[in-house]
Nanobody, 128 residues
Framework: QVQLVESGGGLVQTGGSLRLSCAAS????????MGWFRQAPGKEREFVAA????????YYADSVKGRFTISRDSAKITVYLQMNSLKPEDTAVYYC?????????????????????WGQGTQVTVSS
């Protein structure tokens, strides 16, 4: 069983920064592709960023490209999302997710449906 626990959310002013962390447990999680998604009130959950199991490939939504950076530690069981130049439209609950299909040789996906394991989410609020 895989468990994901996010932390690092909070309230920040426009232009500020936050660093989200996702601590993953489970014996094979280091071999999973990992992603960050977000969901604002009244909106669907949307892709933010993803990283391959090796850490060698990263992908970003156009809305965050150049401002957010996804990374994973050397043990590949903690995933980070560094968020800079935050905007009010970044306000949402941010979720960490794991995609075990990487073991089948799949490429990183931006689709919510690909990710099997999800954390409980952490609130990010950007004030104007």
């Amino acid at each position: 069983q895989v468990q994901l626990v996010e932390s690092g959310g909070g309230l920040v002013q426009t232009g500020g920064s936050l660093r989200l962390s996702c601590a993953a447990s489970g014996r094979t999680v280091s071999s999973y592709h990992m992603g960050w998604f977000r969901q604002a009130p009244g909106k669907e959950r949307e892709f933010v960023a993803a990283i391959s199991w090796s850490g060698g490939s990263t992908y970003y939504a156009d809305s965050v490209k150049g401002r957010f950076t996804i990374s994973r530690d050397s043990a590949k069981i903690t995933v980070y999302l560094q968020m800079n130049s935050l905007k009010p439209e970044d306000t949402a609950v941010y979720y960490c997710a794991a995609d075990p299909s990487s073991s089948l040789g799949t490429i990183v996906s931006v689709r919510v449906s690909r990710y099997r394991y999800w954390g409980q989410g952490t609130q990010v609020t950007v004030s104007s």
